[in-house]
C-alpha cells in the first residue's frame, strides 16, 4: 500500500481479471486526454498479446477496491546501425478523469521505474508530454542522438524521450528507436 500524497493507493501488477476493466478505463481516459488518437486501449491489447509484454511492468492503482490507474512498460529497441540495443518503452499510462492532478499518475511512474531498474533495465524511452515526463528526469532522445523511426514535426521532436535508469546507459549509442 502506498500513501503517496494523501491518497492511498493499492500499486500492484496486473493480473488477467483486470484485463477488461483496464481496457474501459484506458478507453474512458484517453477520451478526455489533451492528445489521443482513440485507439490507446487497443494499443494495451496489442502489447499484451505481443512478445514486448512484460506483466511485472504492467502495473495498476487501486483507490477503494476500485481501478483507477495503469501503466505499462514494454520492450523496445534502438537500432544503431548493424549493432541492436534492448531497452524499455513506456508505452502508456492511464489515470480516471476523477484522479487526475492527485499524484497517481507520478505514484505509479515511480513505481514502474523503480521496478524496472532492479529488475536491470538500464533506460526507458517514451512519446509523451515533455512537461509532464521531464518531473520524473526524461529529456529529448535527440540528446542521445537518438529518434523515432518517423517524421515527427519540429514542434513535437522533443516530445520522443529517453531517461536511463543507470547512467551511462545511452553512452555511445544512437539511432532509431522502436515506439
Keep these: 500500500m502506498i ?7 493499492n500499486i500492484r501488477q496486473e ?5 477488461g476493466t483496464i481496457h474501459a478505463l484506458v478507453k ?18 496489442h502489447i499484451r498479446a505481443g512478445d514486448t509484454y512484460i506483466p511485472e511492468l ?7 477496491g476500485l481501478i483507477v490507474g495503469h501503466i505499462m ?27 487526475r492532478c492527485s499524484g497517481l499518475g507520478a505514484a505509479l511512474v ?19 508530454n515533455r512537461d509532464y515526463y521531464s518531473r520524473f528526469g526524461f529529456v529529448p532522445a535527440s540528446r542521445f542522438g537518438i529518434r523515432y523511426k518517423e517524421d515527427v514535426p519540429a514542434d513535437l521532436l ?10 551511462g546507459a545511452l553512452d555511445g549509442i544512437s539511432g532509431i528507436v522502436d515506439l
Design 110 to 128: 515511480y513505481v514502474a521505474l523503480d521496478r524496472a531498474r532492479r529488475m536491470g533495465y538500464t533506460a526507458v524511452f517514451l512519446a509523451g
Design 28 to 45: 474512458s481516459a484517453f477520451e478526455t486526454a489533451l492528445m489521443s488518437q482513440g485507439d490507446e486501449q487497443d494499443y494495451v491489447d
Design 3 to 9: 500513501d503517496y500524497l494523501e491518497v492511498k493507493l
Design 73 to 99: 512498460l514494454a520492450t523496445t529497441k534502438v537500432h544503431d546501425g548493424d549493432k541492436t540495443h534492448d531497452f524499455l518503452v513506456l508505452a502508456i499510462l492511464s489515470v480516471a478523469e476523477q484522479h
Design 158 to 167: 522533443d516530445n520522443i524521450m529517453a531517461l536511463e535508469l543507470v547512467p
Design 58 to 64: 504492467s502495473l495498476i492503482a487501486e483507490k477503494d
Design 15 to 19: 493480473a488477467k481479471e483486470d484485463f
